[in-house]
């Protein structure tokens, strides 16, 4: 059967569920399941593509050479800190460079 006809099948079945009154309603709990397994799945995917490793692959790489996890965000978090020490005078405004 092809995709359009099973479409349209199970477009009328969901229609007489609702008329009925025993179609499936989605609790909030289950939505917000729904929408969380699904951006797993989608970058989950997305990962693959490009590549890229999830947390659990860098953590054991991380731990077969001897580094851990912690120490290397902590490297990351005093690198990020030292960009925002700089004031507003350092980097003028473009309107404050052209006078």
């Known amino acids: 059967m092809?995709?359009?006809?099973?479409?349209?099948?199970a477009s009328k079945g969901g229609k007489?569920?609702?008329q009925k009154g025993t179609a499936h309603e989605w609790t909030s709990e289950e939505a917000r399941d729904a929408g969380r397994k699904g951006g797993i799945a989608s970058h989950?995917?997305?990962r693959e593509q490009t590549g890229e490793q999830?947390?659990?692959?860098?953590a054991?790489?991380?731990e077969s050479s001897g580094s851990s996890p912690s120490s290397s965000s902590k490297m990351g978090s005093e690198r990020d800190s030292?960009?925002?020490d700089r004031t507003n005078s350092e980097s003028p405004m473009p309107?404050?460079?052209d006078e």
């Open 16 to 18: 007489a569920a609702h």
């Open 95 to 97: 309107s404050e460079r």
């Open 2 to 9: 092809d995709r359009a006809k099973q479409r349209e099948i």
């Open 60 to 62: 054991v790489e991380m």
């Open 54 to 58: 999830t947390g659990d692959e860098r």
């Open 82 to 84: 030292s960009n925002s």
């Open 44 to 46: 989950q995917r997305r």
